[in-house]
């Protein structure tokens, strides 16, 4: 096993208490593992790749299916199996802006000092059901990240440029 | 279509083939029949080399492929929900991750995967 699985799997038997991490082995290093986190009637299945990092999965993803989230770093993948494992059952299907502010370990505060807002106006954005594209962008930049917007059509696979 | 009734469908398409003759031939008739039911079922177009998930449903890779600790008969492809174990002599046997039958199709010597490094019945 990888420094960076063995980091992962230390991490979470740290954070997660009680917690059972399984590792489905490769015939070679350089395949594909599987992690499998059990911690009391939960569990969780994750793919690590050596040279891309860790998926996490939809919990109702399909025969084949890849993962919806994908981290490079065992610290930040192991913050979001805890996050998940925290989660209520509404809250598991995907990241929400707030979810991804806390992964990041960023205070509303620290976001709106960098936007130039007062920290109510993150507090809403993160509430809304509908938010503006341009205040996506902005929430995410501060947080360090970009954002993309892409269509998908059975013949075609594009990034769209919108609001410009 | 619901993801229930896209893996049933597959599995009856599977059952319904003929018997594999080979591991390469197994994984051969997993690709062919997934891809056919992705391509009438999903309206996703197909990008193997893709990871992260569009919805697609993809066959095992050789990346996720295992020996079996006492069948060195058989290989075993570890997917999220399920592992898939393919005989040499083209027997295919999907199995949820907590053991769950959902296929156990036999090869083209009607053997199945978990048959195969069994002793014979004299």
Known sequence: MDNVLEQFRTSLLASIKGCRVDIDAPDKEAGNWWIDVHAGKRRMSLEYRPKKGFGVFDRDAGYGEGPCEVYRTANLAARRVVQLFGAHKEDRASLTLKTLRELYGLQQVEIAQKIGVKQSAISRSEQRKEVKLGTIESLVKAMGGTVEVRAHFPDSDVKLLVGR | ?122
């Open chain 2, 1 to 122: 279509m619901s993801r229930k009734q896209r893996l049933r469908g597959f599995v009856k398409r599977l059952e319904a083939a003929a018997n594999a003759n080979s591991l390469a031939a197994a994984l051969e008739l997993l690709r062919t029949t997934l891809n056919a039911v992705e391509d009438e079922f999903s309206g996703i177009p197909n990008n193997p080399l893709l990871w992260e998930s569009d919805g697609r449903w993809y066959p095992p890779q050789e990346d996720s492929g295992r020996n079996v600790p006492d069948r060195p008969s058989v290989r075993r492809y570890r997917s999220v929900g399920h592992n898939t174990f393919i005989g040499q002599n083209g027997a295919i046997r999907i199995e949820t991750l907590a053991g769950a039958i959902i296929l156990d199709k036999a090869g083209a010597d009607d053997r199945r995967a978990f048959d195969l490094d069994e002793p014979r019945n004299p």
